[in-house]
């Protein structure tokens, strides 16, 4: 791997994470077309990139590791307070409409926007970046060297 390879995927992440962050006011304000298409792949290459990190040194796949915890945290909070929501009626997602009987209504309001998929997946991207970011300020600070 040359140091061209290693630099690219470290620049990538850190575009992906401007992509993920303006991708958030472009879903909730509707956008669409092409804008919307650049951001929101640029949101998904980087989150393919850090799971496929063969080209890349171990530093890198550490980041992209404490990224992914903190996504697999954010996720089981999101089904547990799911879960919580539906076991006491205050919401229940979409999908259960579909499988019963009869004909229910989707959910509405703060539950419609907590059980949408695309916006818990773009908040995840965002999750995954900020856990990258975190670790990568906190060994700047304590590193031996201060660069």
Do not use: N
């Amino acid at each position: 791997m040359t140091e061209t390879d290693r630099s690219y995927a470290y620049k990538y992440v850190w575009f992906s994470a401007a992509c993920s962050v303006v991708l958030l006011p472009l879903y909730l304000f509707g956008a669409q077309g092409l804008p919307y298409g650049w951001v929101f792949g640029g949101t998904v290459g980087g989150l393919l990139a850090s799971a496929v990190t063969g080209r890349t040194d171990d530093y890198y796949r550490s980041l992209c590791a404490v990224g992914h915890r903190w996504v697999a945290c954010a996720l089981s909070l999101y089904i547990l307070a799911g879960w919580f929501l539906y076991l006491t009626d205050v919401g229940s997602p979409a999908g259960r409409g579909m499988l019963s009987a009869g004909i229910s209504p989707g959910p509405t309001g703060a539950a419609a926007l907590f059980f949408d998929g695309q916006l818990a997946a773009i908040m995840l991207a965002i999750i995954y970046h900020a856990g990258y970011g975190f670790q990568w300020l906190r060994d700047r600070a304590w590193s031996e060297d201060g660069a």
